[in-house]
């Protein structure tokens, strides 16, 4: 009996064993700084408002989209706000770049200049609000041992005050 040719090319592996549970492991985004949905909304939108002064603007339908998208989602509208929950989670220097910017913020800086200045990984799952600890720890399984329940009900309390639910 003749052996049959397959009927698809065989897929490729993926290249690495990413995962966000307990165990952080990002591979070659591990010290990656990201970007949250609040941010990301202020970078494209100072980008558009740059390209329209000059009027070099192509709105194109993912661009249309992701816009629409990050009006939604974004969790901070206000500049000065996403720089103060920025300022409040830079100190925790026991939280990885990628927990932080889950809880709401992108990286080390804290002038939101520097992000307008570019950085290299959009986070779409970012900025998660988590309400209480335990649902924090439940959505962002790493922060399991790197803080008490209590300070991370301190700084999640902290980051909610800062929300404008009315925009």
């Given at each position: 009996m003749a052996a049959t040719a397959p009927t698809s090319r065989s897929r490729e592996q993926p290249a690495g064993d990413e995962e966000a549970t307990s165990d952080l492991k990002l591979g070659e985004f591990q010290n990656v700084p990201t970007l949250t949905l609040s941010e990301a909304r202020v970078l494209i939108n100072a980008v558009m408002d740059r390209r329209k002064q000059q009027r070099k603007v192509e709105e194109t339908e993912t661009l249309v989209k992701t816009l629409d998208y990050l009006d939604v989602f974004a969790r901070f509208k206000?500049?000065?706000n996403i720089e103060a929950?920025?300022?409040?989670l830079v100190g925790h220097d026991e939280l990885e770049?990628?927990?932080?910017?889950q809880l709401g913020m992108h990286q080390t800086s804290t002038d939101m200049g520097d992000v307008l200045s570019g950085l290299t990984l959009?986070?779409?799952g970012g900025s998660l609000c988590c309400e209480t600890s335990e649902e924090a720890k439940t959505l962002i399984p790493s922060l399991a041992n790197k803080i008490t329940d209590i300070d991370l009900q301190e700084l999640l309390d902290e980051i909610s005050k800062?929300?404008?639910?009315?925009e």
């Open positions: 206000q500049k000065e929950v920025e300022r409040m770049l990628f927990e932080r910017s959009l986070n779409y800062l929300r404008n639910f009315t």
